[in-house]
């Protein structure tokens, strides 16, 4: 079951840690706005955009990404009570005027990002990330250590015969080991 929750933190951790990166990508067309020489305009002038555009939602802020650059869009995330209680806003910085929107699920960075967080359960998923990191950790040192060649040189250990296949495969296993060691090693 810990394997299952590590496997599943994994793959979508690269979407929490590019997530702002891949909305760009993915929804260029409303992330990237005209840079203007005027200064943005106030907070409180977009989220009252946002009730002109959609006067039924309640207007529940949980985030705001802010831009970074003159040529990016404000990205709002908001609670609206919906069946999928996520709704995702792109709006304009210099005019208010909103780019895009759309539920989480148009939006598969922010739906991985909250699987990801889901998953994690907080502090509970948490400690658990911490104690499989452990494990991988001390199963790496062990491993190396049940590796580590007691009469050969290193070079030796390090190379695959080819002949015969019982031999060929024993080699192959081992010298995959002490590559996967160096891997294990810096993701734990």
């Not at 979508?12 to 305009?41: C, K, S």
């Not at 695959?160 to 810096?186: C, D, E, N, Q, T």
Request: hydrophobic share 45%; aromatic share 14%; net charge positive.
């Amino acid at each position: 079951m810990i394997g299952l929750f590590l496997v599943l933190q994994s793959v979508t951790g690269p979407f929490v840690a590019y997530r702002h990166a891949g909305n760009h990508w993915l929804h260029a067309e409303e992330m990237l706005v005209e840079p203007r020489d005027q200064a943005m305009i106030p907070m409180s002038a977009i989220l009252d955009s946002f009730r002109e555009k959609f006067p039924t939602i309640p207007l529940n802020v949980l985030s705001v990404v802010y831009p970074q650059n003159p040529n990016e869009a404000y990205f709002i995330r908001v609670w609206d009570n919906a069946p999928a209680p996520n709704m995702y806003v792109s709006m304009n910085p210099y005019t208010g005027e909103i780019t895009g929107w759309g539920s989480k699920y148009q939006y598969p960075f922010e739906l991985m990002f909250r699987l990801h967080e889901q998953i994690s359960m907080g502090t509970p998923g948490i400690n658990a990330v911490h104690m499989g990191s452990l494990f991988m950790l001390l199963m790496a040192l062990s491993g190396l250590y049940l590796w580590w060649p007691r009469r050969e040189t290193l070079t030796q250990a390090l190379t695959v015969k080819r002949r015969p296949l019982k031999r060929f495969l024993f080699g192959l296993h081992r010298v995959s080991g002490a590559y996967a060691f160096v891997l294990l090693f810096i993701v734990a």
